[in-house]
T-cell receptor, first 112, second 117 residues
Framework: DSGVTQTPKHLITATGQRVTLRCSPRSGDLSVYWYQQSLDQGLQFLIQYYNGEERAKGNILERFSAQQFPDLHSELNLSSLELGDSALYFC???????????FGPGTRLTVL | AQKITQTQPGMFVQEKEAVTLDCTYDTSDPSYGLFWYKQPSSGEMIFLIYQGSYDQQNATEGRYSLNFQKARKSANLVISASQLGDSAMYFCAMREASYFGNEKLTFGTGTRLTIIP
């Protein structure tokens, strides 16, 4: 157990819908990262937050957004969902910026 | 250009044998970190081992060791005395120099390791 929690574990929804994925980092970790794992794109970095502030953006679609709250948990919002958004979404956290990133169990999103 | 290359899509290894998973990387930054993660069929990503670019010695963690050859830009994972539970996908990843907003991990495509009893 990495100490990073993600909910829900599985999510099945329809095209055009909006979903929210939630992540709680390890106790004390300030940095949160979101990654997407799909069959065609592999593991890709989406976005990073550090102590509540957005720090870096990767290949994140405009339909996707995220935030980190004062208690350091983070949410990834996916809207206007398309079939191609079906993937495993990971949250990772690290204590400081150069520390090892520990991954949560992931949320498997299926868009029908 | 690929920043992380894993050339072995799949490997089959006899139980109790040692196995080497290959990883080469490409960066012009003098400061970087290399990581290996294991992803079992259940899907979670498990951190195995880390090597910093300035580390003088190869990293070791139990049965895992990292064969770091800086000049060749390779960071191979060695698993000694393989076990059935080692069957999984293995990903090599790199974090480049930590200037603002560059702490993300870049992953390779992975190697699927199957341990044969």
């Amino acid at each position: 157990d990495s100490g990073v929690t993600q909910t829900p574990k599985h999510l099945i929804t329809a095209t055009g819908q909006r979903v929210t994925l939630r992540c709680s980092p390890r106790s004390g970790d300030l940095s949160v990262y979101w990654y997407q794992q799909s069959l065609d794109q592999g593991l890709q970095f989406l976005i990073q937050y550090y102590n509540g502030e957005e720090r870096a953006k990767g290949n994140i679609l405009e339909r996707f957004s995220a935030q980190q709250f004062p208690d350091l948990h983070s949410e990834l919002n996916l809207s206007s969902l398309e079939l191609g958004d079906s993937a495993l979404y990971f949250c990772a956290s690290s204590a400081v910026l150069t520390d090892t990133q520990y991954f949560g169990p992931g949320t498997r999103l299926t868009v029908l | 250009a690929q920043k992380i290359t894993q050339t072995q899509p799949g490997m089959f290894v006899q139980e109790k044998e040692a196995v080497t998973l290959d990883c080469t990387y490409d960066t012009s930054d003098p400061s970087y970190g290399l990581f290996w993660y294991k992803q079992p069929s259940s899907g979670e990503m498990i951190f195995l081992i880390y090597q910093g670019s300035y580390d003088q010695q190869n990293a070791t963690e139990g049965r895992y060791s990292l064969n770091f050859q800086k000049a060749r830009k390779s960071a191979n994972l060695v698993i000694s005395a393989s076990q059935l539970g080692d069957s999984a996908m293995y990903f090599c990843a790199m974090r480049e120099a930590s200037y603002f907003g560059n702490e993300k991990l870049t992953f390779g495509t992975g190697t699927r390791l199957t341990i044969i009893p």
